[in-house]
């Protein structure tokens, strides 16, 4: 199957830990996105990359860490310093050309 | 700077009759712009998207949205809604160089 594949899809931290989500695509877009979803307030931009090895800040990115070492893959790391992690977060990718994103399923991460 | 305003965090129609579902935007650049829906748990799908073609255009599932310049707005229309159209959406814009900015979303409720 072709996608966005996003895991896990429901995860359970202690305050204090730091955790990573998982999105691999195989769509071979250059550009790779995480937001995250709270209700209400629609998607917020954590972090973007536009090419391998090379990341930006999106609006929401204080208490988060990204890499791109491949193009298929683009983890995100929730630390401990991110005072409100209970979200759902949203992997995307897509081309910068038409400004199309694909999307996968969602990590929905709850902070006990 | 890009933003996106969606008119209503909830809107409810009965089954079979009109549904719009309003997005303004701004743009300092000729924009493209794009409809997602949201159904519970999952990523978003892209509903249709304007790319400065024709400027009415056509989705999945009957859906439909009419780019206005002279009123900066991009509404999304279906003539006769479905129980199964009862989802989130999201109007989004982009200038193509940068990122993506998402409206916060219009949470659609069909009546029976």
């Known amino acids: 199957d072709g996608g966005i594949t996003q895991s896990p899809k429901y995860l359970f931290r202690k305050e204090g830990q730091n955790v990573t989500l998982s999105c691999e695509q195989n769509?071979?877009?250059?550009?790779m996105y995480w937001y995250r979803q709270d209700p209400g307030q629609g998607l917020r931009l954590i972090y973007y990359s536009q090419i391998v090895n090379d990341f930006q800040k999106g609006d929401i990115a204080e208490g988060y860490s990204v890499s791109r070492e491949k193009k298929e893959s683009f983890p995100l790391t929730v630390t401990s310093a991110q005072k409100n992690p209970t979200a759902f977060y949203l992997c995307?990718?897509?081309?910068?050309?038409?400004?199309?994103?694909?999307f996968g399923e969602g990590s929905r991460l709850t902070v006990l | 700077a890009q933003s996106v305003t969606q008119l209503g965090s909830h809107v409810s129609v009965s089954e079979g009759a009109l549904v719009l579902l309003r997005c303004n935007y701004s743009s300092s650049v000729p924009p493209y712009l794009f409809w997602y829906v949201q159904y519970p748990n999952q990523g978003l799908q892209l509903l249709l998207k304007?790319?400065?073609?024709?400027?009415l255009v056509k989705g999945i599932n009957g859906f439909e949205a009419e780019f206005k310049k002279s009123e900066t707005s991009f509404h999304l229309t279906k003539p006769s809604a479905h129980m199964s159209d009862a989802a989130e959406y999201f109007c989004?814009?982009?200038?193509?160089?940068?990122?993506?900015?998402f409206g916060k979303g219009t949470r659609l409720h069909i009546l029976p």
């Open positions: 769509l071979n877009h250059d550009a």
């Open positions: 995307a990718a897509g081309s910068t050309n038409t400004g199309e994103l694909f």
């Open positions: 304007y790319t400065s073609a024709a400027t």
């Open positions: 989004a814009v982009t200038n193509r160089d940068d990122k993506i900015i």
